[in-house]
């Protein structure tokens, strides 16, 4: 079974700080890994995707996330923190090994609130 | 292009009635998913469909939960009689052959 966890419910950084958000997975293989965010009274919008290849990776709005497998960890960053990427962020995990009917689907994270002080 | 479509974005009934969610997938997708987000429960997938085929409904909470594919770019998600605990976030989202999923903006649940 597939899971994964973001240990912290909200961040708080300064405007031009660099902020980090915490995402790890248990999967049974390599795992495919996403970053989503969501805005008020909005769908999740997606950030970015590792699937294989480079371990950092480079994804909408100067984010980007790197993939430790060791620690099996995949946290998004910033290296500059804006106001408006405050928003609940989204980590999610999909099991390419997992042949089962639910084989296409991802497993969310429980989301972290980011708050950028202005 | 057009994103993910949804409708209605939001929705207030009275308990017992028929509530019925609609979603247009993004044009050639053929996975489509439905979801369900609550602050208790997080962000829940209730069914996916593969070429308008159900594929894995194990999320589905109760019978009064169902969903349809007519074609490829229409699904709807129906409630049968509703009742106040089904409020929450509905979402559909698509995806082709390759990931990532692409989310509508949902439609807002309110069972009286």
């Known amino acids: 079974a597939q899971s994964v966890a973001q240990p912290e419910d909200q961040v708080n950084v300064a405007e031009g700080n660099p902020l980090t958000v915490k995402c790890t997975y248990s999967?049974?293989?390599?795992?495919?890994l996403f970053w989503y965010v969501q805005y008020p009274n909005r769908g999740l919008q997606f950030l970015l995707k590792?699937?294989?290849?480079?371990?950092l990776v480079k994804g909408s709005y100067g984010f980007e996330a790197e993939f430790n497998k060791s620690q099996t960890s995949f946290h998004l960053k910033k290296p500059s923190a804006l106001v408006s990427d405050s928003a609940l962020y989204f980590c999610?995990?999909?099991?390419?090994?997992?042949?089962?009917?639910?084989?296409?689907?991802?497993?969310f994270g429980k989301g972290t609130k980011l708050s950028v002080i202005p | 292009d057009a994103g993910v479509i949804q409708s209605p974005r939001h929705e207030v009934t009275e308990m017992g009635q028929e509530v019925t969610l609609r979603c247009k997938p993004i044009?050639?997708?053929?996975?489509l998913f439905w979801y369900r987000q609550t602050m208790m429960r997080g962000l829940e997938l209730l069914i996916y469909?593969?070429?308008?085929?159900?594929?894995?409904d194990s999320g589905m909470p109760e019978d009064r939960f169902s969903a349809k594919m007519p074609n490829a770019s229409f699904s709807t998600l129906k409630i049968q009689p509703s009742e106040p605990r089904d409020s929450a976030v509905y979402f559909c989202?698509?995806?082709?052959?390759?990931?990532?999923?692409?989310f509508g903006d949902g439609t807002r649940l309110s069972i009286l």
């Open positions: 989202a698509s995806r082709g052959q390759e990931p990532p999923q692409h």
């Open positions: 999610a995990v999909r099991d390419p090994l997992d042949s089962g009917a639910g084989s296409y689907q991802l497993t």
């Open positions: 469909f593969n070429n308008n085929v159900p594929i894995d």
């Open positions: 044009s050639g997708h053929d996975y």
């Open positions: 590792y699937i294989t290849g480079d371990n």
């Open positions: 999967v049974s293989g390599n795992p495919y």
